[in-house]
């Protein structure tokens, strides 16, 4: 079998129609899907497809989510993976994972994106896959822990009065997330540009509540939340202009809609805890709101592309993630 491996274009969409339908089980590409994970994401989609050159069939692609991720105040473009696909008839049976065809399509993206100039790859995959990650040169692993708050509470967190929380949606977002954005890129070496439109598209693909904290009607803080599975509060996408009153504002609003939707949670399905991804600037407010270190650590996989970005500013330590990146 002969394969070429290259970048996806629309005309590929009914031959990865077909993989996703008949080899992954998530059911058919609906216009409204297309529409909503391609068309409005904000700087489209890219990824890499392998296609049999003889019959152009497509037999596998990786997608790869582009994005800006600011490094110390100033724009770098990024790339996030997205799940593989690999036809049945693509498969290897090898004991070296790099002959793999989700292997091979990894690598050809790469060596397409840094021929483009591109700055990195970044991910926050399921810690089964780091060990495959780590094949590759240039590519750094990190790790964030989980911490957990058990549900429901005694009785809600106190809040500073000086703090309003109010019910936020997608569609309202305004100027003001624009601001918060800025104030909350300059508290981390690194972070995924979170501004209007990004958060529009990605909360807006699942049922998210969101929830903004206002102090003298100035937006400084939001955070994003939701049930995870049948036991967890997941606190997802936190903003904050600063690492002190207005993070612990933020997250004692979630914590308090957790302890919420805890004691109205059916009984056959008990929410039994919050949880949030903590980096080291979130950590003393954490930890003071009564959260404990979980068993659960949150890798992130950073793969630089643009050999002229030092290392050591786009470390793993640096980065501001959340669980749902």
Not at 181 to 194: P, Y
Request: proline share 7%; glycine share 6%; charged share 25%.
């Amino acid at each position: 079998m002969n394969v070429a491996y290259r970048l996806y274009r629309e005309s590929d969409l009914p031959g990865v129609q077909r993989l996703w339908e008949e080899k992954a089980g998530w059911g058919k590409i609906t216009p409204e899907m297309y529409r909503r994970y391609v068309e409005e994401a904000p700087l489209g989609i890219s990824g890499v497809v392998a296609e049999e050159t003889e019959t152009g069939e497509i037999l596998g692609m990786f997608a790869f989510v582009p994005s800006i991720v600011v490094v110390d105040g100033r724009p770098i473009s990024a790339f996030r993976p997205a799940a593989p696909i690999v036809s049945d008839s693509f498969r290897v049976r090898s004991v070296n994972p790099m002959q793999h065809p989700v292997a091979a399509m990894y690598m050809q993206a790469v060596r397409l994106l840094r021929s483009r100039g591109e700055g990195l790859i970044y991910m926050v995959p399921d810690p089964r896959w780091v060990p495959f990650f780590r094949l590759f040169r240039n590519l750094y692993a990190g790790t964030f822990p989980l911490w957990s708050l058990r549900l429901p509470l005694a009785s809600p967190l106190p809040l500073d009065p000086a703090y309003r929380v109010v019910e936020l949606e997608t569609s309202t977002l305004d100027d003001r997330v624009e601001r918060l954005w800025e104030a909350t890129s300059r508290l981390h070496g690194c972070t995924v540009v979170r501004n209007v439109a990004a958060l529009r598209w990605k909360l807006g693909q699942e049922e998210y509540s969101i929830l903004g904290i206002e102090r003298e009607g100035e937006l400084v803080g939001l955070v994003a939340s939701r049930q995870k599975g049948d036991r967890q509060w997941l606190i997802c996408d936190v903003m904050f202009a600063d690492a002190q009153e207005s993070l612990r504002a933020t997250l004692t609003a979630a914590s308090n809609l957790a302890h919420e939707q805890a004691r109205a949670a059916d009984p056959a399905h008990p929410i039994h805890k919050a949880a949030v991804l903590a980096t080291p600037v979130m950590e003393p407010v954490v930890r003071s709101l009564g959260f404990y270190r979980d068993d659960y650590d949150f890798p992130l996989v950073i793969h630089l592309l643009d050999k002229s970005i030092p290392r050591d500013e786009v470390a793993p330590s640096r980065w501001y993630v959340s669980a749902n990146d």
